[in-house]
């Protein structure tokens, strides 16, 4: 019995070599599986007292079989396995290594990989140079930076957590899911040695403990597996072994299954900044801005290769960069939100939390205070991260636009109409230097600073020269670097601003004092009565908040893209009734009102503009070239209805004139009957064939649209543009009310044409579809 334990060891350790040569081979032998608890099992069957010869026995009877049919190989061993096998333990290849990293995704860290650029430019780095310390490399299109020395990845344009960066070659599959997790670069490297040493020697069955004690076996170049670690030990106080369900390691990124991204192009024709609405999630999965414009972005890069592909062959253009803003969180760590919890009642917690934290945004902005905060941070993100941008790519010659979800887009748009361009900024100075008081020169300025008591402050105007006409442009903070304190200069401007002085200034002065107050339409009717031209119906002010001062703009937009935007509903509530056609954004050029037809936020904004026309929204083309099937399918439906009723009615109709028609000689018949024909011709045409004449061919539609005239505000272009809703969306439109409010970021037509009127404007057109 004790002479057979070390042939026993030896037969064990003969064994466990088979599996290299035998592994992949067609014939009947002991597979993974088999090898993976033989081993155990053989242990535990010596140590309970069981007979070893029975163990070799078996053991000696596999040996035999696997030696006879190594004496009597197949017809087509030639082209087995085993002589793949054989060539590939004399030869080893160093693992090609790849960057991933990682970030936290519903609560789990899931390891993503760069783009092939991206993690060639990593590796080249880490290549370069002994020390990393201090190395950055900028990925995802210049959004990203990697810090090597720290392998750490850091967001450039906004704040967001660091995330982990690992040069990975070595992979187990996960527990709960079949995504591979890479090992750590330490005991990736001790894996690497110990495969390069198996294949070089061509001793395999070797083992591995990693740091958190866990068991890696590679049983050939094909087999590698990976066992969790045992609870507790045994009796003997044994150390791990391999239990449990093993999983599947593999080596080298190629051998995974796992999509890597392709590279953006370097080369940035346009920006574009994306602002959002209310709350801090962006759609229906609570995801960020950030999360969100990364899909915009994603599918313009798809679309660009799908829909501009001439342009991108003769390498005319490059891509589109969407960085998002974000004004949500900085509002709410004013300490807001500690006050509205004091408040808040303890009932339905989690609505209540809602209400707080999105809902109540609305109501922030049309506060005075919060709205002064959220102006300021937009307006001074969105010049941060220009400047930025510009830092970080000196050659870029493109435009700037900007877009705008929901309130976002109100946002923008009040900012928008209170911008100053620096070149009508000379016009307005010889406007408000032709301002004529009635009362002519006795009513001074010192004298309105006797009614307010504040005659010491009469020198101080005098010193700054400033005038009743000047003080009336001067704001809070103009004063303030004055030296005036903080209760004087409130009563001076609303003195000055808010009614009680203006009288006697004519109304283009009145125009300049109404920028920052909402103006109603009587006031508005009142203003204009005064003024001598009889020709003009709107006067030109802003219509922004009221005790607002609005940041600049460091550049001029191209062109401003609203997506299920407020707009019209919140001029309207403001008072506004309509919009002068001759009215332009002082900055920006071009202005899209996108929305989904189902969309409960959006407003249209072309009937303020022609209030006396009724006509439809701008169809936007699905981004496949044509309607979508069940509209072309409901709007045949309608033209067949509408024709068979109106044939039905004209038969009716002249069944009934044939039945009630008097007996006259037989020439006054003809003469009647002629008649009463061409009389029907007119009838059945009333006002509704005009709503099937607007669908009949886009040809059509093309010319009436071109015809409408809605003013300067796009440039002389259609305003509203609506998109086409999906078959399933046409179903139960309440259904699909809030979705269709959040479907923006990764629709296709809405991505398809912002695109479209960016490149436009560089000269660059769309593919053709064939026909």
């Known amino acids: 019995m004790n002479n057979s334990s070390p042939d026993l060891f030896s037969s064990k350790v003969q064994y466990s070599a088979q599996p290299q040569m035998y592994g992949n081979s067609a014939r009947r032998i002991p597979n993974s599986q088999d090898l993976a608890y033989k081993m155990p099992d053989d242990h535990s069957s010596s140590d309970e007292g069981q007979p070893p010869e029975n163990t070799m026995s078996a053991e000696g009877r596999q040996q035999e079989q696997l030696s006879q049919s190594d004496l009597s190989p197949s017809s087509n061993s030639s082209s087995s396995f085993e002589i793949i096998d054989m060539d590939a333990a004399s030869l080893y290849e160093p693992v090609s290594p790849h960057w991933f990293y990682c970030k936290i995704i519903d609560s789990k860290e899931t390891w993503i990989p760069f783009n092939a650029e991206d993690s060639h430019r990593l590796e080249e780095a880490y290549g370069s140079e002994k020390d990393c310390n201090g190395k950055v490399v900028p990925t995802d299109g210049g959004r990203y930076d990697v810090h090597l020395g720290e392998r750490m990845r850091y967001a450039v344009y906004w704040d967001e957590i660091a995330s982990e ?442 009937p303020m503009v022609v209030p006396d026309v009724e006509f439809e929204p701008m169809l936007i083309p699905h981004h496949k070239g044509r309607k979508r099937m069940h509209l072309e399918l409901r709007e045949g439906l309608t033209r067949m209805s509408m024709d068979l009723k109106n044939n039905v009615l004209s038969s009716l109709r002249m069944a009934w004139k044939s039945f009630t028609r008097a007996p006259y000689p037989a020439l006054q018949a003809t003469e009647t009957a002629a008649a009463e024909e061409a009389e029907p011709e007119p009838e059945p045409v009333p006002e509704k064939p005009s709503d099937v004449q607007a669908g009949d061919s886009p040809v059509a539609d093309k010319e009436e649209a071109a015809s409408i005239n809605v003013g300067m505000l796009n440039g002389g272009q259609r305003i509203d543009y609506v998109l086409q809703e999906k078959p399933i969306e046409s179903f139960n439109e309440y259904l699909f009310a809030l979705q269709s409010h959040l479907c923006y970021w990764e629709s296709e037509d809405t991505v398809l044409l912002v695109l479209k009127e960016i490149y436009q404007t560089q000269g660059i057109f769309m593919d053709q579809p064939a026909q």
């Open 165 to 606: 960066v690992r040069r990975c070659t070595w992979f187990y599959k996960g527990d709960k899911d079949n995504k591979y997790v890479p090992y750590s670069e330490s005991f990736s490297q001790q894996l690497e040695e110990t495969y390069m040493l198996a294949v070089t020697l061509d001793e395999w069955k070797k083992k591995l403990e990693s740091p958190n004690r866990e068991i890696i076996i590679l049983h050939n170049p094909k087999l590698m597996v990976h066992y969790h670690p045992v609870a507790g030990s045994d009796e003997w106080g044994s150390v791990p072994t391999e239990q449990g369900r093993p999983r599947t390691v593999k080596r080298g990124v190629e051998n995974i299954s796992v999509d890597i991204p392709c590279g953006e192009p370097l080369k940035i024709d346009h920006l574009v900044f994306v602002v959002h609405g209310i709350g801090p999630a962006c759609d229906l999965r609570f995801r960020s801005i950030v999360q969100c414009v990364n899909d915009f972005r994603g599918v313009s890069l798809n679309l660009l290769q799908t829909h501009f592909k001439k342009a991108q062959e003769q390498q005319q253009i490059g891509r589109v960069e969407f960085l998002p803003v974000n004004w949500h969180s900085p509002l709410h760590s004013t300490g807001v939100d500690v006050d509205l919890r004091r408040i808040t009642l303890p009932s339905i917690n989690r609505l209540r939390h809602f209400t707080n934290d999105t809902i109540l945004d609305v109501f922030f902005y049309n506060s005075p205070t919060y709205c002064q905060t959220i102006l300021d941070t937009v307006a001074s993100e969105m010049n941060r991260i220009y400047k930025l941008f510009l830092q970080r790519n000196p050659n870029f010659k493109g435009g700037v636009s900007i877009a705008g979800h929901s309130l976002g887009s109100l946002i923008l748009f009040d900012l928008l109409t209170n911008q100053k361009d620096p070149l009508e900024n000379n016009d307005s100075e010889k406007i408000t230097s032709r301002v004529v008081l009635d009362q002519g020169d006795t009513l001074d300025l010192e004298e309105d600073l006797k009614k307010l008591q504040l005659s010491e402050f009469s020198n101080l105007f005098k010193k700054e020269k400033i005038d009743k006409a000047a003080l009336a442009l001067c704001t809070d903070r103009d004063l303030q670097e004055m030296g005036i304190p903080l209760g004087p200069r409130k009563k001076i401007l609303n003195y000055f601003k808010n009614g009680e002085n203006t009288e006697g200034i004519k109304p283009n002065q009145q125009s300049a004092l109404g920028r920052n107050l909402p103006v109603s339409s009587e006031k508005i009717k009142d203003c204009t009565s005064t003024d001598g031209a009889g020709n003009d119906e709107y006067l030109d002010i802003s219509i922004g908040q009221a005790s607002v001062k609005y940041p600049r703009l460091i550049y001029k937009p191209d062109i401003f893209f609203a997506f299920g935007s407020p707009i019209g509903m919140f001029l309207t509530v403001r008072g506004l009734k309509r919009i002068d056609p001759n009215y332009k954004l002082p900055t920006c050029k071009g202005f899209f009102n996108i929305y989904h037809p189902f969309d409960p936020v959006a407003y249209r904004i072309e």
